[in-house]
């Protein structure tokens, strides 16, 4: 039965890219508006109507047990605090509904960064965090608190200057008392977010949503 669950679920992620996906090349970026006003998909209010594709990886990772989900935007060659123009400049996207996560939802680490991520909670009961990374001597200490939200709403987070260095440390408060960090780092092999149990990474696997 399970199988048959994620069979499902995943069938639902593979036809929501098919529809969803960036028009004729353009790039993923705010839709008009929704720069801090939100929009019928992305607004912060408890009766907006989710995006499918959000809503299918919800399912999918909720399924296999993970409390974050996360895609991996892409990068640019140098540091900056404008998460528009990072938006603005990054090649096709299949995760359309990206574009209208307002911007009081847009995190920057302190100093800006060069990689962008699209994290959310996966129950919509548990709270997502982003702290500032302390000294890299003290790994499992957190600084100052950038975000804090309860209800599951995604995310973006504009961080690590430096790929040998990460900035930014995400914790998931489970209502049922699980505990998940994880740091936003890429892997130097891949390319792509390090996997972490707890976190299941859909830009890892694009086309069937597969979880890590």
Not at 6 to 22: D, H, K, Q, V
Not at 33 to 40: M, N, V, W, Y
Not at 93 to 117: K, S
Not at 186 to 203: A, H, K
Request: proline share 9%; charged share 20%.
């Amino acid at each position: 039965m399970k199988a048959m669950k994620t069979f499902a679920a995943l069938l639902a992620l593979a036809f929501s890219l098919a529809g969803y996906g960036a028009v004729d090349g353009d790039p993923v970026r705010p839709a008009p508006g929704s720069a801090g006003q939100g929009s019928s998909t992305a607004a912060s209010g408890a009766d907006s109507a989710e995006p499918e594709q959000l809503a299918a990886m919800r399912q999918l990772a909720g399924e296999n047990g993970d409390l974050a989900g996360v895609l991996y935007l892409g990068s640019i060659p140098e540091r900056t605090t404008d998460v528009h123009a990072v938006l603005d400049s990054l090649p096709e996207q299949p995760w359309q509904f990206v574009a209208d996560i307002p911007a009081d939802r847009w995190v920057v680490a302190p100093g800006g960064g060069r990689e962008l991520y699209c994290i959310f909670a996966v129950r919509r009961e548990d709270t997502l965090f982003v702290y500032e990374k302390q000294d890299p001597q003290y790994p499992n200490e957190t600084g100052k608190e950038l975000y804090g939200r309860q209800g599951g709403q995604p995310i973006l987070l504009l961080c690590n200057s430096s790929p040998d260095t990460p900035d930014t440390m995400a914790k998931v408060y489970c209502s049922t008392g699980r505990p998940l960090d994880w740091t936003p780092q890429l892997s130097g092999s891949t390319g792509q977010p390090m996997p972490v149990e707890g976190v299941d990474v859909f830009s890892n696997h694009p086309a069937s949503g597969a979880a890590l």
